[in-house]
């Protein structure tokens, strides 16, 4: 079965950019469309960050857009976020997952996360 | 954007009883084009990934224990518990993915009383 496996720093810097990267095992991360980056804040709850289809393809939650990037690098069965700019409501707990699309509506392809990574703590403080 | 908001925020209950949380959403996440409620249900467990319950609204996911169902249409859902174990003791999430940004709820805390 498909395991995700999220890492990378666990303190970041206000102004500084937070990078993650999460592997995927067990099958080839092309074997899905799409991969995901979601967070867990304690005022917030969680929140969609945004998508990478195997293709390259992104797609932002638009509070996140002007800062955000992720991608994906089918070669080494993973994919990235980055999220500059971070300031102390950035820190929270960051999840990789599989953004299983089996829905469609008006045209446009959504889905729910059926496979989710451990969570890696990230803090932003100098 | 859709807005999700779910009650109660927290619950205590005994072992063996029923738990019912609830989900409410902004706009209706019923689609005519196929009758189907695009909504989901989480559980979210201190240390573990988080776990896909349901689907559809409605729809288990696999291996999800049958004590866990999903119900109701549009814009009111709720996730019922038929009887409480102690390892479901966690933070349980709704999400709509009728439209993107998906959106979640804020979640509600289950606990053991």
């Known amino acids: 079965q498909v395991q995700l496996r999220e890492w990378g720093p666990g303190l970041v810097k206000p102004s500084e950019t937070l990078s993650l990267t999460c592997g995927v095992s067990?099958?080839?991360?092309?074997?899905?469309?799409?991969w995901g980056w979601i967070r867990q804040s304690p005022g917030k709850g969680l929140e969609w960050i945004g998508s990478v289809y195997r293709g390259g393809s992104t797609y932002y939650n638009p509070s996140f857009r002007t800062r955000v990037a992720i991608s994906i690098d089918t070669s080494k069965n993973q994919f990235s976020l980055r999220l500059s700019s971070v300031t102390a409501a950035d820190t929270a707990i960051y999840y990789c997952a599989r953004d299983l699309r089996l829905a469609v509506v008006r045209g446009v392809v959504t889905g729910w996360f059926d496979t989710w990574g451990q969570g890696t703590q990230v803090t932003v403080s100098s | 954007d859709i807005v999700m908001t779910q009650s109660p925020d927290s619950l205590a209950l005994s072992l063996g009883e029923r738990a019912t949380i609830n989900c409410k959403s902004s706009q209706s996440l019923l689609y005519n084009s196929n009758n189907k409620n695009f909504l989901a249900w989480y559980q979210l467990k201190s240390g573990q990934p988080p776990k896909l319950l349901i689907y559809w609204a409605s729809t288990r996911e696999s291996g999800v224990p049958d004590r866990f169902s999903g119900s109701g249409s549009g814009t009111d859902f709720t996730l019922t518990i038929s009887r409480l174990q102690a390892e479901d003791v966690a933070v349980y999430y709704c999400q709509q993915y009728f439209s993107i940004p998906y959106t979640f709820g804020q979640g509600t805390k289950l606990e053991i009383k």
């Open positions: 067990g099958d080839s991360i092309t074997s899905a469309e799409y």
